[in-house]
């Protein structure tokens, strides 16, 4: 198994605050991305990076930010949390010499 | 538009027969399909792949079969068992880049 960590884990926030995931791997792999799991959507692709400080948008990026300055950390950024970034969040890492990828725990946020 | 698709939410099977998973792609320059395996409250788990060039992959119990004049590909399972029980999620890889398109996903239920 790939080291992926995520944190949190969980998180509750307002409405309007920005907030930030966190994703960590120790697999020392090229390519990091951020999905959003929802009931009738399964993962949707937010973000995903290719290099440190190379990144690129997914299907549903609106609203979310990513930095990578790092080979091992990618942040998410949710600059004023609206109730419908309320979902679970995944990171997944892969290493670029297969296509298969890993995924972290998940962090679970709602948004009230 | 979705461009993998999962048409069926939930399937059920007896123990020891055979799980027939299905999905259908829109795109017919994917070029290479996983399929991953989730439990509640985990990560999605990479369970087997198949590259356009081929029709057929086989690992233990599951085999995936690619019909690319039908842009379908299915995951079989013989035979199932109650420790299958998950959700499964199939996924296109976007050519020419480390992207990936996940279908919404279909819960399988073993029943012992």
């Known amino acids: 198994d790939a080291g992926i960590t995520q944190s949190p884990r969980h998180k509750v926030t307002e409405t309007g605050t920005p907030v930030t995931l966190r994703c960590h791997q120790t697999e020392n792999h090229r390519y990091m991305y951020w999905y959003r799991q929802d009931p009738g959507h399964g993962l949707r692709l937010i973000h995903y990076s290719y290099g440190v400080k190379d990144t690129d948008k997914g299907e549903v990026s609106d609203g979310y930010s990513v930095s990578r300055s790092k080979t091992e950390d990618f942040l998410l950024t949710l600059e004023s949390a609206t109730s419908s970034q309320t979902s679970v969040y995944f990171c997944?890492?892969?290493?670029?010499?297969?296509?298969?990828?890993?995924f972290g725990p998940g962090t679970r946020l709602t948004v009230t | 538009d979705q461009q993998v698709k999962q048409n069926s939410p939930s399937l059920s099977v007896q123990e020891g027969r055979i799980s027939i998973l299905n999905c259908d792609y829109t795109n017919s320059m994917f070029d290479y399909f996983l399929w991953y395996k989730k439990y509640p409250a985990e990560g999605p788990t990479f369970l087997i792949s198949?590259?356009?060039?081929?029709d057929k992959n086989e690992d233990g119990r599951f085999t995936v079969f690619l019909n690319k004049s039908a842009k379908h590909l299915s995951l079989h399972i013989v035979p199932s068992q109650p420790g299958d029980s998950a959700v499964y999620f199939c996924?296109?890889?976007?050519?020419?880049?480390?992207?990936?398109?996940f279908g919404t996903g279909t819960r399988l239920k073993v029943l012992a």
């Open positions: 996924a296109a890889s976007d050519p020419g880049t480390y992207k990936y398109i």
């Open positions: 198949i590259s356009s060039i081929k």
């Open positions: 997944a890492t892969s290493g670029g010499d297969s296509y298969e990828q890993y």
